[in-house]
């Protein structure tokens, strides 16, 4: 009887044996399951993309990689695909909607890991996304490697680049700039005010186009019985620069500031019947693409002699002006790059960071506005 009672008890005892073994595995493997998560969510990857870095067996592999925001958006997007996996993880992250996918397709269309990462870096999501609809392109290295490189302008960069044998840094600056394209054609239209603004014959300024801070000029600088208006923080800069010019003997004026549309419509409307079309075209800057229209250029005098150039101030302001904040916009050796003909008096108010480095480097403010801040 006692036999049978305590086998009864040892068979009932293995099935929960069994399932108290089942229940620490499965919290072994939940354990095991929270810590991966938590160790990957640590290296910067988020709940859905570690969830599925496990499920497709890739921990160890994503633990050796480390830190990856490319692996990140590939295993949270549904694009995934395993055979581009050691792919991803080598191409630069961009945040951009359709990263993955558009990956996808650069590397079935057969660019290199390097070439995807420039492509993606070069382009917004949409001319990406335009781009994976092409044939493979040649030159991706050549130009796009360049910083200031723009995947939409790839195309001219190759057709310059055949028609004038720049190298392709130059190309690149060049195409940027428009130069491929005539003056005044199809110019782009600026609308909204800012300090930064570059006007030239490829870029102009619409009629909507008013600085919002225009001050009067004080008299003591205006040389020709008329107001002067120009941007505030320019007026500020001109007084320090003309008080520290006139402790070394030097007299600064200034002749022209802010010009507006309507001023400019006007003055090619005088020159128009006085001189003709011809004329116009070749010596008067049209309505939208006179630098005077943002405010921040001003036309420098000196107080004792009529021809600037002449004077002891032009020489003091090719030295100093920069320290001011103001440039020389259209110096004799940039003509070929500024379109216009040496102006000994104009200079531009860009701020005394970008002044010192346009100086110092000895380059126009159009080519410092393609390198550093058109996007
Ligand atoms: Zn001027």
């Not at 929960?16 to 089942?22: C, E, F, K, P, T």
């Not at 723009?150 to 195309?155: A, F, H, Q, R």
Request: aromatic content about 14%; charged content about 30%.
């Amino acid at each position: 009887m006692t036999k049978k009672k305590l086998r009864l008890k040892s068979s009932a005892k293995k099935p929960l044996l069994v399932i108290g073994i089942i229940i620490l595995v499965l919290i072994l493997i939940l354990f095991f399951y929270f810590n991966r998560i938590g160790e990957l969510k640590n290296l910067g990857y988020s709940e859905s993309a570690a969830k599925n870095i496990i499920f497709k067996f890739k921990y160890s592999y994503v633990i050796g990689i480390g830190k990856n925001k490319t692996l990140n958006a590939a295993f949270e997007s549904d694009n995934y695909k395993e055979e581009n996996l050691d792919c991803y993880a080598k191409i630069d992250y961009e945040n951009q909607k359709h990263l993955i996918s558009n990956i996808n397709k650069l590397l079935d269309k057969g660019y290199n890991v390097n070439e995807v990462s420039l492509i993606i870096s070069k382009g917004d999501d949409e001319s990406v996304s335009d781009f994976t609809k092409r044939d493979k392109v040649k030159y991706i290295e050549e130009f796009l490697s360049v910083d200031y490189a723009k995947l939409e302008n790839l195309d001219r960069y190759v057709a310059y680049k055949e028609k004038e044998n720049d190298d392709a840094e130059t190309t690149v600056l060049y195409v940027n700039m428009d130069f491929d394209k005539e003056d005044y054609v199809d110019p782009i239209v600026i609308d909204d005010f800012d300090d930064y603004v570059l006007v030239n014959k490829h870029r102009q300024l619409s009629g909507d186009y008013i600085p919002d801070d225009l001050v009067t000029i004080d008299d003591e600088y205006v040389k020709a019985d008329e107001e002067i208006e120009i941007e505030r923080n320019v007026a500020k800069a001109f007084y320090d620069m003309a008080k520290a010019a006139s402790k070394e003997g030097m007299e600064l004026m200034v002749s022209s500031g802010y010009r507006s549309y309507a001023d400019q419509e006007e003055i090619t409307n005088t020159y128009l019947e006085l001189y003709g079309q011809n004329y116009v075209d070749n010596y008067v800057a049209k309505p939208g693409f006179s630098e005077h229209q943002t405010a921040m250029s001003l036309d420098i005098a000196s107080k004792s002699v009529d021809t600037f150039v002449e004077s002891n101030e032009y020489s003091w302001m090719m030295d100093n002006a920069y320290k001011y904040g103001f440039i020389l916009r259209y110096p004799k050796s940039k003509e070929d790059i500024t379109g216009y003909k040496c102006e000994a008096w104009h200079y531009r108010y860009v701020g005394k960071e970008i002044a010192e480095y346009i100086h110092n480097n000895n380059i126009t403010y159009d080519e410092y506005y393609v390198m550093f801040l058109d996007d």
